[in-house]
């Protein structure tokens, strides 16, 4: 018997290429989740349009001037009720959400973000990663809670910090992980394979067998042709 697919909306507030990722992967056959809808805090956001080139509906919920948090929150909270979602997938969605909010969501409201947390939680992940001298850098996919940038672990990916990189280099090489990353979280959520539990992230025993026994990936494991390039760079 097939489930119905989990109605997904997914927050933006910028270009979107993530939102793009899990659109893409929603639409292959057999694909737990649904996106229903796209909302951004910003009406000026790239991937507003993005979205609805790639068919999906779109829409802006601003935060006006006089509006207090809440008050932005309930209108999101409305839109959300009218396109009867279930789960909320965070890709860039740069404000914080209040604990009232992320209360009602618990379980059901997950983030990416582009480093290996618990290191880096916030923002320029990938200048202090390189400031620290990490040979492994990459990101994480993690239920949201009222801590900004922590929550319990869905998924994680990997990749190495190339000698010579720069922020822009590494930060591409995270980004390309990333739309790999979090398709295979969203599904593992949307087909009850992972739950919020007790403040952790519970993984069906089926999972791990399907998965080898893993919700990383490691560098050793992606291989499209980028990455045989960065490959090519560090073998002599
Ligand atoms: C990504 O790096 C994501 O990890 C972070 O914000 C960035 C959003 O990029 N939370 P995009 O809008 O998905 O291209």
């Not at 270009?15 to 639409?27: H, K, P, V």
């Not at 790639?54 to 409305?78: S, Y």
């Not at 290191?119 to 390189?130: I, K, Q, S, V, Y």
């Amino acid at each position: 018997m097939t489930l119905p697919r989990k109605r997904t909306a997914i927050l933006i507030s910028g270009r979107g290429s993530n939102m793009a990722a899990l659109i893409a992967a929603a639409a292959e056959p057999g694909f737990p989740a649904e996106i229903v809808g796209v909302l951004s805090d910003r009406s000026d956001a790239p991937g507003l349009q993005a979205a609805q080139s790639l068919g999906v509906t779109a829409r802006a919920v601003p935060r006006q001037d006089r509006d207090t948090n809440e008050a932005h929150e309930r209108a999101l909270d409305a839109a959300l009720s009218r396109l009867k979602a279930e789960l909320i997938c965070l890709a860039g969605y740069m404000r914080v959400l209040s604990p009232g909010f992320v209360q009602k969501w618990q379980g059901r409201l997950i983030n990416i973000h582009p480093a290996l947390l618990p290191a880096f939680p916030g923002l320029d992940t990938h200048r202090r990663a390189l400031e620290a001298g990490l040979r492994v850098h990459g990101a994480t996919v993690h239920f949201v809670t009222a801590a900004v940038d922590d929550g319990p672990i869905i998924a994680q990916a990997a990749v190495p910090v190339l000698i010579g990189d720069g922020e822009a280099a590494l930060a591409e090489r995270v980004l390309r992980a990333e739309h790999k990353l979090y398709p295979i979280a969203l599904a593992l959520l949307a087909g009850g394979k992972v739950m919020m539990k007790d403040g952790r992230a519970v993984f069906e025993g089926e999972t791990l067998l399907e998965n080898g026994g893993t919700t990383l990936i490691s560098p050793a494991s992606w291989a499209g042709p980028s990455d045989l390039q960065d490959l090519a760079r560090i073998t002599p």
